[in-house]
């Protein structure tokens, strides 16, 4: 079963209603091309013009959605009308038939029409002239490319303005797209580094509170009680300076704040310090000769170890020390720091090593974020990571690339963020 064809649009049945009634119009005001004694008119009277014009109306119906055939039939009827009195309607709805060829069919179409009506006023002019040889017979040429070249060099025009109106509206969408990407990318981006620092923030302080008051709440010890009291206190008072300078970040994206510094690995000694305050045995090795440890400047003052490198190896460690707090067995903790050199550039390699995890389930529970957290660091180092039981210890290892996070080198997520 043939497929029907689409309605037609509204403005071409408008076109075809117009062009039939102003040709009846003409029909019936005796208004005609050619005088019915010309010797072309093979069929005069103002009948004969009704055919063409009826035909060439029902193909202004087809204008939009079979532009192709609409043409070739209007075409027919128009060399029919060429042999009656003629008729303006006729003449003027088939050079809309030609401009809507060009302009709503295909690419072929737009291309080829042009080119033939373009040969043909060319011929129109030439020939006759050459033939007959007076001025008279350019004005065929003239009139060749009135009703045909002229409406289709018009729709290839308006086309050509189309198509960059919609390429230019393509690619405004695709930027806007883009750009509605970039910044999601972003927003997720900064979502995840905040998620990073709250928990390797704050997380510790409350690992610490809640593990301390458990001791306090089980041991009936005044002594231990108040120890475990102004541990407590300690890190609730820590914890509490850290969430609000997060939150004053937060509502006004760090206004007239001073940037908080960074942690550095010459902050080392001080976590350490708190790990054991909380009751680790904690056992600090740095083997890089920069002074790390000893208070006298790191790799931020000597340029030696960039800033994201530093940050990234503290939170490591200290998010490392925090698990040790809440899982492992009691026994020694190590906190190893090397720079070592790889086959490409140097590495910064921090390794956490604490007992398996306690018989007694962990003093405080975990959700898993914080080894997602040191993966994060890592990877956007273009580092290495690693966590799991190894020879009955608990072991984390990291290496940092030095050269991914110098200047022009990788990304450089967090470097002078707190």
Not at 83 to 93: K, Y
Not at 234 to 244: H, I
């Given at each position: 079963m043939a497929a029907a064809l689409p309605r037609p649009h509204r403005?071409?049945?408008?076109?075809?209603?117009?062009?039939?009634?102003?040709?009846?119009?003409?029909m019936a005001l005796g208004l005609a091309l050619r005088p019915a004694d010309e010797p072309l008119v093979l069929l005069p009277g103002a009948w004969a013009v009704l055919p063409p014009l009826v035909v060439m109306s029902g193909c202004e119906?087809?204008?939009?959605?079979?532009?192709?055939?609409?043409?070739?039939?209007?075409?027919?009827?128009?060399?029919?009308?060429?042999?009656?009195?003629?008729?303006?309607?006729?003449?003027?709805?088939?050079t809309d038939l030609v401009y809507a060829a060009v302009l709503?069919?295909?690419?072929?179409?737009?291309?080829?029409?042009?080119?033939?009506?373009?040969?043909?006023?060319?011929?129109?002019?030439?020939?006759?002239?050459?033939?007959?040889?007076?001025?008279?017979?350019?004005?065929?040429?003239?009139?060749i490319g009135a009703v045909a070249f002229g409406p289709a060099a018009t729709g290839l025009i308006v086309r050509d303005h189309r198509d960059a109106a919609i390429a230019a509206r393509l690619h405004a969408e695709q930027t806007t797209l883009l750009a509605e990407m970039d910044r999601r990318e972003a927003v997720v981006a900064e979502r995840a580094r905040m998620a990073?620092?709250?928990?390797?923030m704050v997380a510790n302080h409350l690992s610490a509170i809640a593990i301390h008051s458990t001791a306090a709440l089980s041991i009936d010890d005044p002594r231990t009680s108040h120890e475990a009291l102004g541990v407590i206190r300690?890190?609730?008072?820590?914890?509490?300076?850290?969430?609000?300078r997060l939150i004053g970040i937060l509502r006004d994206g760090g206004g007239d704040r001073e940037p908080a510094a960074a942690p550095t690995l010459d902050g080392l000694d001080a976590l350490v310090d708190g790990a054991r305050a909380n009751g680790l045995d904690v056992t600090l090795d740095i083997d890089i000769d920069t002074g790390f440890g000893t208070g006298t400047g790191t790799g931020t003052g000597t340029g030696r170890i960039p800033a994201p490198v530093e940050l990234a190896a503290y939170r490591i460690v200290q998010?490392?020390?925090?698990?040790?707090?809440?899982?492992?067995?009691?026994?020694?903790?190590?906190?190893?720091?090397?720079?070592?050199?790889?086959?490409?550039?140097?590495?910064?390699?921090?390794?956490?090593?604490?007992?398996?995890?306690?018989?007694?389930?962990?003093?405080?529970?975990?959700?898993?974020?914080?080894?997602?957290?040191?993966?994060?660091?890592?990877?956007l180092l273009g580092g290495t990571f690693t966590a799991g039981p190894h020879g009955g210890r608990w072991t984390v290892h990291a290496s940092l690339p030095l050269a991914e996070a110098e200047p022009g080198h990788g990304k450089d997520p967090e470097g002078d963020r707190p």
């Open positions: 403005f071409d049945v408008y076109v075809a209603c117009g062009g039939l009634l102003g040709g009846l119009v003409l119906l087809l204008r939009r959605t079979a532009p192709r055939t609409a043409l070739l039939t209007g075409t027919a009827a128009l060399a029919l009308d060429t042999v009656t009195q003629g008729s303006v309607a006729t003449v003027l709805m088939f709503y069919g295909p690419p072929a179409s737009a291309r080829r029409i042009p080119r033939i009506t373009g040969l043909l006023t060319v011929a129109g002019t030439v020939v006759p002239y050459a033939v007959w040889r007076v001025p008279e017979a350019l004005l065929i040429g003239v009139v990073r620092e709250l928990h390797d300690e890190n609730s008072v820590d914890g509490l300076a850290e969430m609000r998010e490392s020390l925090t698990n040790a707090l809440k899982h492992a067995r009691p026994g020694p903790v190590t906190v190893a720091l090397a720079l070592t050199r790889h086959d490409g550039p140097r590495v910064l390699d921090v390794e956490i090593s604490s007992p398996c995890g306690r018989e007694d389930g962990p003093r405080a529970p975990g959700s898993g974020a914080g080894l997602v957290g040191m993966r994060e660091r890592a990877t």
